[in-house]
């Protein structure tokens, strides 16, 4: 069994940065790929960013150049940083890690309003 903790999500202004956190109850980046999903009110959760267990990066076409995905092996935590937040990327943010299991974090409020 893995747990996942999401945390620093929160309200920013147009243009702003958050940088949200995933942690993992234990090491599973040689095995697992994690990923980061959104969703808004009223729409189907959806992929955001995910990072293979060899490093590859992937984003949604509407994150790319603003969004980036990174980890901390030693500290079993995966981050996302965001730049340049638009008031279309308002939505909970769920981490997942999908392998021989699939597994999912609590999620986290992100509002990017004036």
């Known amino acids: 069994q893995v747990q996942l903790v999401e945390s620093g999500g929160g309200l920013v202004h147009p243009g702003g940065s958050l940088r949200l956190s995933c942690a993992a109850s234990?090491?599973?980046?040689?095995?697992?790929?994690m990923r980061w999903y959104r969703q808004a009110p009223g729409k189907q959760r959806e992929f955001v960013a995910g990072?293979?267990?060899?490093?590859?990066?992937a984003y949604a076409d509407s994150v790319k150049g603003r969004f980036t995905i990174s980890r901390d092996n030693a500290k079993n935590t995966v981050y996302l940083q965001m730049d340049s937040l638009k008031p279309e990327d308002t939505a909970v943010y769920y981490c997942?890690?999908?392998?021989?299991?699939?597994?999912w974090g609590q999620g986290t409020q992100v509002t990017v309003s004036s």
């Open positions: 997942n890690a999908a392998g021989t299991n699939n597994y």
């Open positions: 234990r090491n599973i980046f040689s095995i697992y790929a």
């Open positions: 990072m293979a267990s060899d490093s590859s990066t």
